[in-house]
């Protein structure tokens, strides 16, 4: 009775799978094929520094939104400031790109500063989050060089006027893009959005608000054309850095480019005290080039280097040198000074953590008071080979030894020709005084 119930009940379900499967393909092929007809919008994060490896990773958003067609490329920006270089590279590309681009400035309570403010007017859109700001775009002079007051203000004029001209470009209010350059001038969200004109062109929460109020906009390109953004139920595509990308960034931070160089520093010298090691020397080697790299991209103070550079100097110098803890003290001085002073920027974002500083100071002191310390102890050590290893070894007086006749003793494993200054007995226990040549001088031990 139980096995055809068994055998019908198994027919039912498959049968129910079939229908569902039949009934069901239809549906996923027109899902596939509205999913198709939807806008794409490509969305890239930029959250740091811009330095080369951000204006690449934006460089290449664009690039793929361009062969892919997109309906718009949204740069989420959130960043201190950066490179005028670096900047430049990345508004050439947008105001070339075939895809219109929008700049927000988002999450609530980020900025977009320095920088971040010029590729904001760049962009077709500009969009703040509640609680953002945008401005305070004055030039600042790296690499630790003393500039003059006209240089100083032939570069602050230059970025304003690049300012001005994107402004204008964009309609976008002119006069507050020169002050935010010459005056560092800020602008919350509320200030840029209620100015006349503006300065950003609309205020969104978060992402998909955004791309609600953008549906149907007309936006003026930077060549005089117009396009039509549709991005009601767009699909966004989240374009992420690569590896590569994400591994550079990270080592342009200035703390992990500040330990690179410490750990690079540490791996060399101690090659050079025990050469033939390898693996210190190469993995020190290494991080030394890498931690060049973050500093060609990063404003490095010279003299905070060679401040460095001087205070480890002083700690090997305490090795060979005897000054009673003084060289040590100038070298983690010297060490601590240098470092923060390493990096020339007032964007804390660019500065070295002061945790991070003198931890790594302390260790190069302690690692130099110890080998210190078991330099003193090895001058200490009785010598263990050469002549001078003989001296104080115990023996025997193979011989009677006198003051004017020579004797022989067993000491060390070896038989020597000894004198004494006092008459030794044959088979009395000696100690050996001193070594001259091939003699022994002993005395009765």
Same mark, same amino acid.
């Given at each position: 009775?139980?096995?055809?119930?068994?055998?019908?009940?198994?027919g039912c379900l498959i049968v129910a799978i079939g229908v569902a499967a039949v009934g069901t393909a239809p549906l996923t092929g027109q899902a596939k094929e509205a999913d198709a007809d939807r806008p794409v919008v490509h969305e890239a994060v930029v959250d740091g520094v811009i330095?080369?490896?951000?204006?690449?990773?934006?460089?290449?958003?664009?690039n793929r939104a361009d062969a892919d067609g997109a309906a718009l490329v949204v740069f989420t920006l959130r960043t201190p400031g950066g490179l005028v270089d670096s900047t430049r590279a990345i508004v050439e590309r947008m105001l070339a790109a075939k895809t219109p681009?929008?700049?927000?400035?988002?999450?609530?309570?980020?900025?977009?500063?320095?920088?971040?403010?010029?590729?904001?007017?760049?962009?077709?859109?500009a969009a703040m989050a509640p609680g953002t700001h945008i401005g305070a775009a004055h030039p600042v002079e790296g690499g630790g060089q003393k500039t003059d007051e006209t240089m100083a203000k032939k570069a602050a004029e230059d970025v304003a006027a690049y300012a001005r001209t994107l402004a204008t470009r964009r309609h976008r209010n002119v006069t507050m893009a020169g002050d935010a350059v010459i005056e560092s001038r800020a602008f919350t969200d509320g200030e840029a959005l209620e100015a006349s004109p503006p300065l950003v062109d609309l205020v969104?929460?978060?992402?998909?608000?955004?791309?609600?109020?953008?549906?149907g906009r007309q936006v003026a390109r930077f060549d005089g054309s117009s396009a039509v953004l549709h991005t009601a139920d767009a699909r966004v595509v989240t374009v992420e850095m690569t590896s590569r990308q994400r591994l550079l960034s990270a080592i342009a931070d200035p703390n992990i480019a500040y330990l690179l160089l410490s750990l690079g520093t540490l791996g060399l010298t101690i090659e050079l005290w025990s050469p033939g090691a390898v693996v210190p020397g190469v993995v020190g080697g290494l991080c030394l080039l890498l931690a060049f790299f973050?500093? !060609?991209?990063? %404003?490095?103070?010279?003299?905070? &280097?060679? *401040? /460095? =550079?001087?205070?480890? @100097?002083?700690l090997v110098l305490e090795i060979k040198v005897t000054s009673f803890g003084l060289l040590t003290v100038g070298g983690l001085v010297?060490?601590?000074?240098?470092?923060?002073?390493?990096?020339? !920027?007032?964007? %804390?974002?660019?500065?070295?953590? &002061?945790? *991070? /500083? =003198?931890?790594?100071? @302390?260790?190069?002191?302690a690692i130099a008071?110890?080998?210190?310390?078991?330099?003193?102890?090895?001058q200490r050590q009785h010598p263990v080979t050469g002549p001078a290893a003989m001296v104080?070894?115990?023996?025997?007086?193979?011989?009677?030894?006198?003051?004017?006749?020579?004797?022989?003793?067993?000491?060390?494993?070896?038989?020597?020709?000894?004198i004494a200054p006092e008459p030794i007995p044959q088979g009395s226990r000696v100690l050996v005084t001193a070594v001259d040549g091939m003699q022994l001088r002993v005395r009765r031990d």
């Open positions: 009775m139980a096995l055809p119930f068994m055998r019908r009940l198994t330095q080369p490896v951000a204006a690449e990773y934006m460089i290449a958003a664009l681009v929008a700049v927000f400035v988002a999450p609530s309570g980020a900025r977009a500063a320095s920088a971040g403010f010029l590729i904001t007017l760049a962009a077709d859109v969104a929460s978060d992402l998909p608000e955004l791309l609600k109020k953008l549906d973050a500093f !060609s991209i990063l %404003p490095v103070n010279y003299a905070g &280097l060679m *401040l /460095i =550079v001087f205070g480890l @100097l002083l010297s060490l601590i000074l240098g470092s923060m002073m390493l990096v020339d !920027s007032s964007i %804390p974002e660019l500065q070295i953590s &002061l945790r *991070l /500083i =003198v931890p790594i100071a @302390l260790g190069f002191t008071a110890m080998l210190v310390r078991l330099a003193v102890a090895a104080g070894e115990h023996g025997e007086a193979l011989t009677a030894i006198d003051a004017d006749h020579e004797g022989t003793v067993v000491t060390h494993g070896e038989i020597w020709r000894a």
